[in-house]
């Protein structure tokens, strides 16, 4: 079957970093997504990697390993408003997205 | 300014009424998407649509039906043989199939009473 596996909740303190786990097991791969979603809004677009690495985007980083069906999410400096949900998402063999149950990120001061 | 709109953004409806749930969007997209967010579980995909006049099932289609009669628009309605309804309703939109980055609307959250 098909599985995305990120740990639910996270804590963290203001101006530290954290890294967000996330296995997947799909049909085929073409790609892991990341998203962030605050409390009853839209999920919005982080990050897209397809070859293994890092990808580093200002104080995000996520990176792959396709090996492994591993990915992260890397947050540096963090900021109170980055207290959000994290959304790892596999794309499968059809090009449909398998999504996660998202990683509820807690900022401390 | 590009985006997608989905209205209301919240929505209550007796039990045993059908209701319908707006989705516009003006980037041009082919794809389009309705999702349902529920605590504690990730996006589950109800239907899509490639193209005009086009959609297939999701994981989780029983219930719901669609239309895709515009580019711009896939309004969802929710039937009262969805048992379950309350929930998070979440629209989203691509370019194309291969590279799907998904741009999302707002959300309606629909409370049936």
């Known amino acids: 079957g098909q599985n995305i596996d990120q740990p639910t909740e996270m804590t963290a303190t203001e101006g530290a970093i954290v890294q967000i786990n996330c296995t997947y097991q799909t049909s085929g791969f073409n790609g892991l997504f990341w998203y962030q979603q605050h409390a009853g809004e839209a999920p919005t677009f982080l990050s897209y990697n397809v070859l293994d690495g890092l990808e580093e985007k200002g104080r995000f980083s996520s990176f792959l390993s396709r090996s492994k069906g591993y990915s992260y999410l890397l947050l540096k400096e963090l900021q109170m408003k980055d207290s959000a949900s994290y959304l790892c998402a596999s794309m499968d063999s059809n090009y449909q997205l398998i999504w996660g149950a998202g990683t509820k990120l807690i900022i401390k001061p | 300014d590009g985006g997608i709109t989905q209205s209301p953004k919240y929505l209550f409806r007796k039990e045993g009424q059908n209701v319908t749930l707006s989705c516009e969007q003006n980037?041009?997209?082919?794809?389009m998407y309705w999702y349902r967010q529920d605590p504690g579980q990730g996006l589950r995909l109800i239907y899509y649509s490639q193209i005009v006049n086009d959609f297939q099932k999701g994981d989780i289609a029983e219930g719901y039906s669609v239309s895709r009669e515009k580019k711009e628009s896939f309004p969802l309605t929710v039937t009262s043989a969805q048992k379950n309804p309350t929930a998070f309703y979440l629209c989203?939109?691509?370019?194309?199939?291969?590279?799907?980055?998904?741009?999302f609307g707002p959300g309606t959250r629909l409370t049936v009473l």
């Open positions: 989203a939109s691509s370019a194309g199939q291969e590279y799907n980055e998904q741009f």
């Open positions: 980037l041009n997209h082919d794809a």
